[in-house]
């Protein structure tokens, strides 16, 4: 029986999250895996379809988001990205745990469709943390760092709708942290009940 979860991770930019996903994947990559979206974006030299996004014309990305296919989607700037649910139930009924890595609102789109998703948010230690990290990439004047921490706040600011925080002090402890919540779900009743079938129909009833 199929006990794969959907889990969907959040955080400012700045917070380690793609780090943390990769190194949870190298980690578990029999049985964890991440959901390609689709984009309207051009494709970039280097690039694969199909790796990095699904690339669609806007025509495509209309018409599927007018048959409701999208589990998620939003407009950034002059491209739309989105997340489908076809995609995502293929990945599910291989047996595989699946991660989208999406922001607050996309999160809260998935969890209205799929309200059985685990949600999942990492927050850096600090503001002041953030920021040093920000300024550390040395890519950024004074104002896009001003405005990354403008989207960080109201990034953060939805913190609270997850299921779970991962603080990003110590690497290695907030991966531990991310690996565990991913274990965790395989361990609750309903998914032990459904992997171990056979032990649990030879308990008997509940006995007084």
Known sequence: MNTAC?????????????????????????????????????IRPGEVDGKAYHFVSQEVFDEMTANDEFLEHAQVFDNCYGTARASVDALLASGKHVILEIDWQGARQVKAKMPETVSIFILPPSREELERRLRDRGTDDETTIARRMRDADREMSHYHDAEYLVINDAFEQALFDLDAIIHTQGLTLARQKLKNRALVDSIPAEME
């Open 6 to 42: 959907l889990f969907t991770i959040s955080a400012p930019s700045g917070a380690g999250k793609t780090s943390l996903v990769k190194a949870l994947l190298e980690k578990r990559a029999e049985s964890v895996t991440v959901c390609v979206s689709h984009s309207t974006r051009a």
